[in-house]
């Protein structure tokens, strides 16, 4: 598959893949930044500095292979639990996210959506949020969604009290209730930095979801790892309980 824009190594890899064996959700959990920032004698913001831009090759990575949704793992519930410095510089960095990208998004037909409990957020990334929402909308080349303020528990109580209120108890029903309804189950879970483990990500729309772990950490999470994760992906067999 040649891809536009990729040069060396990960021109190369790129060449191995098979659209039509590409995924069509692909969920990250980017981890590292922190640790990225101490190996290097940074502050632990840089790290977050850097890992922003990772994110943005990722997502032009994926509008130019055709994948349609993108969710990344912005903001957890837990981390309101870190410094309150580090919060600050991570809500600017949200701020100067929906401020300034969202222009480069609707030209390349990216549309944002958040999932999340945003009326926790404060009241001008409420608002920055809604309009940056309101101007990609009619993005069809990919979703992307940022998980601000997510917790995977909280999403499926959520859905449940709504289920409930509608008096209706099935999988459809349970569906309908959270956040992004509309978004098919991820095909794919990439997580950096070592760690193997989900940390209360999408919990509900994982359950076929094909998980891969890489020792790299988010800010060094280059176009060719991520090539990588793909390649790993198409030769996987997914039966989703069938022989």
Known sequence: MEVEGLKGK??????????????????????GNGRWAKKRGLPRVKGHERGARTLRKVVELSAKLGIKYLT?????????????????????????????????LKKNGIRLK???????????IQNLIRKAEGETSSGQRLELILAVNYGGRAEIVRAAKGM???GEFSVDAFRRHLYLPHVP?????????GEQRISN???????????????VLW????????????????????????I
Not at 75 to 98: A, G, H, Q, T, V
């Open 219 to 242: 800010p060094d999470f280059s176009e060719r790892e991520y090539i990588k994760a793909l390649l790993d992906y198409q030769r996987r067999e997914r039966r989703f309980g069938r």
């Open 185 to 193: 189950d991820p095909d794919l879970l990439i997580r950096t930095s």
């Open 114 to 124: 958040i999932a999340g409990d945003i009326e926790e957020l404060p009241e001008d």
């Open 10 to 31: 990960a021109a190369e890899l790129a060449k191995s893949l098979i659209p039509e064996k590409l995924p069509v959700h692909v969920a990250v959990i980017m981890d």
């Open 72 to 104: 990344a793992f912005a903001f957890s519930k837990e981390n309101w639990n870190r410094p309150r410095e580090e919060i600050d510089f991570l809500m600017n960095l949200l701020r100067n996210y929906l401020k300034k990208e969202v222009k480069t």
């Open 201 to 215: 990500f999408l919990l509900w729309q994982m359950a076929y979801t094909e998980l891969y772990f890489t020792p």
């Open 164 to 166: 409930a209120g509608e």
